[in-house]
């Protein structure tokens, strides 16, 4: 599976981003599509997580109430909604899927080329 992430950029603090990551090539192993983030000096986490057969999803307790993830099956594309957005959150951006709780743990089969979420005034 080939993932390509897009829609990261410059936000004020309290601004909104949407990132995209569309797969291409989805095989019958790919259960879940998922975020992921690293800071500059710090190690990966996980944000949040859909599963494409039933939609349940799973979010980190940073991003709660912030942060909400979707699915579109018909494009294999899942959307992040970033709301409320705070420095802390600035970040390169992964997306990865695989077994759902593969996705949730930071070991996806495959992982898109990450996108920029800078949060600043």
């Known amino acids: 599976v080939q993932l390509q992430a897009s829609g990261g950029g410059w936000v004020q603090p309290g601004g909104s981003l949407r990132l995209s990551c569309t797969g291409t090539?989805?095989?019958?192993?790919?259960?879940?599509m998922g975020w992921h983030r690293q800071a500059p000096g710090k190690e990966r986490e996980f944000v949040a997580a859909?599963?494409?057969?039933?939609?349940?999803?799973y979010d980190a307790d940073s991003v709660r109430g912030r942060f909400t993830i979707s699915r579109d099956n018909a494009k294999n594309t899942v959307y992040l909604q970033m709301n409320s957005l705070k420095p802390e959150d600035t970040a390169v951006y992964f997306c990865?899927?695989?077994?759902?709780?593969?996705?949730?743990?930071?070991?996806?089969?495959?992982w898109g080329q990450g996108t920029q979420v800078t949060v600043s005034s």
């Open positions: 990865t899927d695989g077994d759902i709780y593969a996705v949730v743990n930071g070991r996806g089969d495959s």
């Open positions: 090539g989805r095989t019958a192993g790919s259960y879940a």
């Open positions: 859909i599963s494409w057969r039933d939609g349940t999803t």
